[in-house]
T-cell receptor, first 114, second 111 residues
């Protein structure tokens, strides 16, 4: 595809449920990022992959958050035992090489926890 | 701690009324400063990267400039389609590649 895609676009979960959010980066992009964006705020970094290696997970807010990218392409962000404070838009971004260049964002998944 | 502050929080302009958005930053060694545009319900769309003080980049009605402490996004003769939230982010030269974002400036251009 031409850009980063994410699914589902919208997810409603009951408190305590587990959710899985998917990201398909731009083909050939080495770096993949997850960000969390609360309403009216800028995106906040969660975690970073270079190919299949998770090199930085310093932004994950708790051990209920887990991300993987097993084959160095598609990535999944999993949130266990969701809480109301997890409600936000989850953005995925990719960049071409393992260097310092622009990140291209997907449309995001809006998670609402009831 | 790396930090980005954007001002104003919101800006309303008449079509054709030029203005500037400000992004002040503190970072432990700047690798790059990024400007993104975000429309409601969409992900941020890349606009510019600036790497060193004095650098300028232009795209249509937008021009981004960088100093050692801040960046400006100048909008010349804006049109209603320029209405969006404009996000500024910094990338530090140490550590990995994460972006640290400001909270954005919501721009509304009225016809």
């Amino acid at each position: 595809g031409a850009g980063v895609s994410q699914s589902p676009r919208y997810k409603v979960a009951k408190r305590g449920q587990d959710v899985a959010l998917r990201c398909d980066p731009i083909s050939g992009h080495v770096s993949l990022f997850w960000y969390q964006q609360a309403l009216g705020q800028g995106p906040e970094f969660l975690t970073y992959f270079q190919n299949e290696a998770q090199l930085d997970k310093s932004g994950l807010p708790s051990d209920r958050f887990f991300a993987e990218r097993p084959e160095g392409s598609v990535s999944t962000l999993k949130i266990q035992r969701t809480q109301q404070e997890d409600s936000a838009v989850y953005l995925c971004a990719s960049s071409l090489v393992a260097g310092y260049n622009e990140q291209f964002f997907g449309p995001g998944t809006r998670l609402t926890v009831l | 701690e790396d930090q980005v502050t954007q001002s104003p929080e919101a800006l309303r302009l008449q079509e054709g009324e030029s203005s500037s958005l400000n992004c002040s930053y503190t970072v432990s060694g700047l690798r790059g400063l990024f400007w993104y545009r975000q429309d409601p319900g969409k992900g941020p769309e890349f606009l510019f990267t600036l790497y060193s003080a004095g650098e300028e980049k232009e795209k249509e009605r937008l021009k981004a400039t960088l100093t050692k402490k801040e960046s400006f996004l100048h909008i010349t003769a804006p049109k209603p389609e320029d209405s969006a939230t404009y996000l500024c982010a910094v990338q530090a030269s140490t550590g990995f590649q994460k972006l640290v974002f400001g909270t954005g400036t919501r721009l509304l251009v009225s016809p």
